[in-house]
C-alpha cells in the first residue's frame, strides 16, 4: 500500500497493532507528532480499510486489519 510508505501512517498503524486501547494523545507523545497529524493519519487508515474504531472515543479501540 502507497500509504503504508509514509512513515507516519505505518507508525501509527505499528502502535496500534501492539497496544488497540492507544489513544491519540498517547500516539501523539510516542510518536512525537501533534494530534492532528496523529488524526490525519488515522483518517488514512480508516480510509484504506486498515483499521476501525470499535466502541467510544473513551472506552472504545481500535480494530487493526492485517492487509498490508
Known amino acids: 500500500s502507497t500509504l503504508m510508505r509514509s512513515s507516519a501512517a505505518s507508525d501509527v498503524y505499528k502502535r496500534q497493532i501492539q497496544d488497540p486501547y492507544i489513544t ?11 494530534e492532528r497529524t496523529i488524526k490525519n493519519r488515522i483518517v488514512l487508515l480508516k480510509r484504506e480499510g486498515l483499521i476501525t474504531r470499535i ?13 498490508v
Open 24 to 34: 491519540i494523545g498517547q500516539l501523539s507523545e510516542v510518536l512525537k507528532l501533534s
Open 55 to 67: 466502541g467510544s472515543r473513551t472506552s472504545g479501540y481500535w480494530e487493526v486489519f492485517n492487509n
